[in-house]
Structures are given as structure tokens and as C-alpha cells.
């Protein structure tokens, strides 16, 4: 069965062009080499075309390849080529497996080059994204896992999703992982040592890994895709030193030198801020994507004139968040404008709005910006942000209120602060379970999972005259999505009340 599994294998990799016609016999002896096989059976090697078939809607979906992926692991782990039959441990086996199809990083970026050159950006991350979930760096079968679903508010359409994709660690691989010998390389994720990396209990296998070099405002940097893509294409592009986040003028110039070379591309930072700030803080990366989300839809509610910046078009953007968004076709302009209002909202403080940008010499103001082309002109979108922590808000007071952790807790980063809403896996459970005990009149505060979504429940369920099996699933949807606009009104340093927005014109003011 292993011998017909690598010839069905190598078949996926002709169909995907991973494999070449001409590197067929080698790629299968490269699988005979990794599996510990001298030969293949005449059987294998005669089998028939439809044996090896993979139609356009299996190798899209990428289901057959789990299939078949999962059966060489079964075997791998039998034949005592696997440590432990754990998902931490399969998943460091099947790369090394998908990296016998790759090609060498060099042949990638030629390509990608020469697509480029001849056919436009365009092309070059067609081919290039496709070759990502191709080589299961992708895993489109865990990424169809996750939950997905819009939510309507008065900020437009909010994107909601369950994350599954992310597999959760297994109690042994911890173990292991708490066991092994720490290791300080790759430094972090996203350095470029990733890639071809075999991995470690601790550390994913990258084997299957391709990066494109890019020249951003004159440093070097990589351009790759995220392997829990959360929206379409969605990208990172990262320094190619492992140093730190940080905003500041040549982040505007390297935000739009990236949106220049790829003009379907959006590109933002996360603040260089703990709390309000990126997962990897300690390594200076840009997310982007092919996607527009609630926030680049959302208009201009107030227009402002900013002296001196005739030229650039400013305004606040209705969002529950604090965003000013600048537009023109001088990018020159539009960072110079960017510049002035960054320095200045370093070192602003507004007591009326609980604003202050430091206390006991601990910076508080930083900004996440996303930039865009839309036309001929190119968008900046400011989002305001501030760290500060208190007693009754220790996790921040510009970060979702306690009465929603139930729902969300974790940091507000860029991807949220757009408009789409990565929560944790354990709700699909608790979705599941509490709609069961809403229609059987259950007592939600006398379950010790589902007790913390009792006041939430108690607050909606009035404003539905019947909640049944015919409804039940879309109210849940809806005000997890109403949830979720209160996490993003809270996350803003400006409330949407009188108050809050006179604060904002304040500081506008000041500029």
C-alpha cells in the first residue's frame, strides 16, 4: 500500500507541477529513500491512470492529499519511522514527506521573477499562492475547518471566525517540548532560517517553506504567505533581520513601496506596542492580503483640514475604532502628514478621554497603519492606539472589557482592528452546547463552561419574541458579531458618543 500511496503521491505532485515529468523517477526514489523501501513493486508502478487521478476538485480541496498523506503517516509511525503517532509529530513527518516534491527556493524566485516581469504582480502571487497550498505549507483541508460568517452592524459587514485551523498540542508533545534542549534558532517564526527547516516538537517543520526576496524601501526583506490564512492570500512580508517592531517614518515609506509593487495588495503593521500590538513584537513584519475588509469599505464620516496638507485628502472614518484616513496620489505628502501626526500623537494626552501617553516614563501612544491603493490614489488609514492599564482594566482599558471575555480576551491586532474577528476554538464547543441548553431551558449558571455566557444570554434573548431550532443558530451568529463590535468600541482610544468624538476633533485640532 506505501508503494501505490508514493506513486499516487508523485502523480498529485505532476498534476500540481510541483513535479516535473522529467523528475518523476527521481522523486519517487526519493520517497523510497524516506520511507526506508529498496524497490517498488511492479503492481505500483503499473498502476493505472485513474488509479492515480486527482481531478481539479480534489486537489483544490486538498481532501484526497490528507487521505493519502494520513495513510503514509500511519505507516511511517508503524514502521517505526515516527517517534509518536501525535499530531505534533505527523505534522513534522508529512512536511518532510511534501518536501520531496518542492522545488529549490532558487527555482521558485525565478519564477515568481520571470512571472513578474512578463505577466505583472498579479500573475507572480497567483502562482506563487497556489504553490503554497499545493505544497501543504497551506493546510486547505484545516483551513476549511474553521467557522466562518458575516455579521451585520452599523460599521458594514464584520468577518467572524472560529479559528480550528491551528492544531491544538497534544499533552505529550508539551511534555517533549518542555523536555528538549531550547534552541535559539530560527530566532523566532518569521525569520528566513524557516525556511527548509525540519522543525522540532517545539518548532513547526518548514521544509515545504518558499520565501521571495523583496527590496523594500531599500533594505531587504521576504515576502510569504501565512499557513493559517485568515482572509484571501493573506500575506506577511518581514525584515530579513530579526529585529523589533517598530512605527516610525520609514514605515510609511516601506507600507507603500510594498502596495507599489503589488498594487492588489493591502499592507499594515500592528502597533510596536505590548497589549495593542502583533503576537512577534520582537521581529519588525508587515501582514497583507488581497482582501478588502469592513474597514477599507467603511466611509469618511468627517472630513478635516490638516494646514499645510491642502494637497491630501484627511478625514475621521466611521468605524467603532479611532482611524484618520488619508488619501492622494503623492505618497511623498501623504507619509509627510503621516509623520506630524504620529510624532504628535506620541506625546499627547487628553484627560477627558482617559488619554495619557506615558506614565512613569512607559510610553502608552503608538499607531497601526494600513495602506492601500484605491484608483489612481493611495489610502493611509491611521488607527489611534494606547496601552495604558488600570486596577478595574488590567489587561488594558483600550482592550475588550471583561463582560466580553467570554467571547474575546485576547489582544486586538491588526487583522481585528480591520474588521475580522479570529476567536478561539473553544467556542464552536460552547456554541454547540449552549444552544442545546437554550432550547431545553437549561440552567446556564448552574454549568461550569457555559455559566460565564449567562449574563450575555440573559441581556439578548429579550429583544426576540421566539427563539427556536429554526433561529437559534442565526441569533447566536448575530450577536457574537455584535459582541465582537463592542471588542473593536472598546478598543478605540475615542468612544462614539458626543464626548469621545469631540476629544477626537481635539486632537485633531493640536495637528
Known sequence: MIQKDIRKLVSYGLKTGLVSKEDEIFTVNRLLELFKLDDITEEAM???SEELLFTDEETESGEKLEALLSRMLDYAYEAGLMEENTIGYRDLFDTKIMSMLMPRPGEVI????DLYESEGPEAATDFYYRLSRDSDYI??????KDVKWI???????????????KPEKDPKAIAAAKLAKQSGYPKCLLCRENEGYAGRIDHPARQNHRIIPVTINGSDWGFQYSPYVYYNEHCIVFNSQHVPMKIEHATFCKLFDFVKQFPHYFVGSNADLPIVGGSILSHDHFQGGHYEFAMAKAPVEKQVSIPGFSDVAAGIVKWPMSVIRLSGTDTDRIIELADR????????SDEECFIYAETDGEPH???TPIARKRGDKYELDLVLRNNITTKEHPLGVFHPHAKLHHIKKENIGL?????LAVLPARLKKEMADLKKAMLNGSDLRSDEVLNKHADWVDEFKTKYEKIDENNIDKIIEDEIGLVFMQVLEDAGVYKRDEAGMAGFE???RSL
Do not use: Q
Not at 110 to 113: E, M, S, W
Not at 139 to 144: F, P, W
Not at 415 to 419: P, R
Open 139 to 144: 493546510r486547505r483541508y484545516r483551513i476549511k
Open 506 to 508: 481635539r486632537f485633531i
Open 365 to 367: 501612544n503608538t499607531i
Open 415 to 419: 487583522i481585528e482592528v480591520m474588521g
Open 341 to 348: 501626526i504620529l510624532e504628535a500623537w506620541r506625546g499627547y
Open 151 to 165: 455579521a451585520e452592524t452599523e460599521y458594514g459587514d464584520l468577518d467572524i471566525t472560529i479559528n480550528l485551523s
Open 110 to 113: 525565478k519564477r515568481f521573477r
Open 46 to 48: 503499473t498502476m493505472s
